[in-house]
């Protein structure tokens, strides 16, 4: 059965749609699919939930504060769809695959009228007939793990786009939900990939991030990914990146890559979690610290100006102060250009949940405000080496302080705003870069590449 057309012989005039997202880019690019086939059902976006018709919540189940937003919104917009019954609003991503939240949903958010999962975005159409022919909660149970491709993307920038290469994650570290909420592993045809890319390319589309929990692995691991980005970068979009790569897997073939290739931006984003060896082996990461390190001296051997960034996780089950100082000891080596914090946050269902602290949650806190100070410096410091270097910003749009600027990143992913006006939006021009700051740069523009 064609259920987009029978929505739309059942929905009558024009209709509106808000989507709320929360979490990674996977999930931002899960909702721009959403939106392409909420488009095809003649549903045009808005972003008052009060004119909408249709509201779509795409949930992050990564951290208990992405999931308390979530019941947070859905609990302040209840009197919206008291007052409009004929809204629907309906609940996917990572929350809507696990068990608990799923339960949550039916007994005590039982006015959310459909639930479906991570894999299950295709069914959408059909899902929606069902709810609008039922008038009953509709959850989707039959998640598979396949690839669904066919699915039309309307895509929130036409100048950087996320392209997905793989779904879920094999890796099960121990404090992580994704593999619980996202399933196994399973990649797109490099022909699909490639595809898309060429299609944003025409579009005018100048950057591509490459998305999947585990690049590296692409394909089913060795030299795959790399063959992958070399077939991407032959495409001639001008930019290329890639998340999130785990580093027992990134191989020196990526590297060397990287290395070679123009179009393959110098900024990597690898993942480090902890510096105790002890925390990875209870975190299940599978390496070291001295083979992180090792790691990060290959990858500085071919490319020595690259940018690194990384994702570390404080206060896990059993980090005493001088584990977290182990942490302290591989930023300061590594010196990375930025890192993004957390504090760990027990997941249900996975190994961690069940491990023991051994330091109060004061002491985290206090462990989180010192890493952070720490890094600061060290992000301002490597800032300060660009100052009065001239680098190519490709321009994204209008600074959000301030309407005379305009804002856009290097190559290395910095963050420059530099006065000009809207006609440089998507443009990649060569700014002087005269002020730095710890999260962002200033320039003046010096011309067009
Ligand atoms: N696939 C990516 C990460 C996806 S999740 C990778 O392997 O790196 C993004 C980040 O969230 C992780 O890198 C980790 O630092 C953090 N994270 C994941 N689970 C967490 C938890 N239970 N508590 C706190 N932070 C967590
Ligand atoms: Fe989570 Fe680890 Fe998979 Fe990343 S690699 S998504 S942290 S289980
Ligand atoms: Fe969150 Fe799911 Fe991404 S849990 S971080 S939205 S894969």
Redo the contacts with the bound molecule.
Sequence with gaps: MDYIKAVQDISHGSKLAKIYTFG?QQNENDSERIAGILSDMGYGLTDDVNRADFVVFNTCA??ENAEKKVYGILGSIKHVKEMKREMIIALCGCMANEEHNREKIKKTFNWVDIVFGTNSIHRLPGLLYERLQSKKQIISEDEDNQVHEGIKTKRQSKIRAGVPIMYG?N?F?S????PYVRGRERSRSEEDILKEVVEAKHGGCKEIMLLG??VNSYGGGGDNFARLLEHVSDTGIERIRF????PKDISESVIKVMAERDNICNSL?L?L?SGSSKILKAMNRKYTKEWYLEKVDMIKSYIPDIALTT???VGFPGETTPDFEETLDVLGKVRFDMI?S??????KG?P?EKMEDVISDEEKKRNFERMLDFQNEISLQKNLVLKDAEEYVLTEGESKTNSDFMTGRTESNKIVNFKGDKSLEGEIVKVKITEVGTFSLTGEIKGLR
Excluded: E, G, K, L
């Design positions: 990674c990564i951290r994650c890796n570290c404090y992580c939900i994704v929990q585990n998340m999130t790569s785990h984003h993942p979690q994702d570390i996780i993004y957390f504090i760990f946050s027990p997941r996975t961690a």
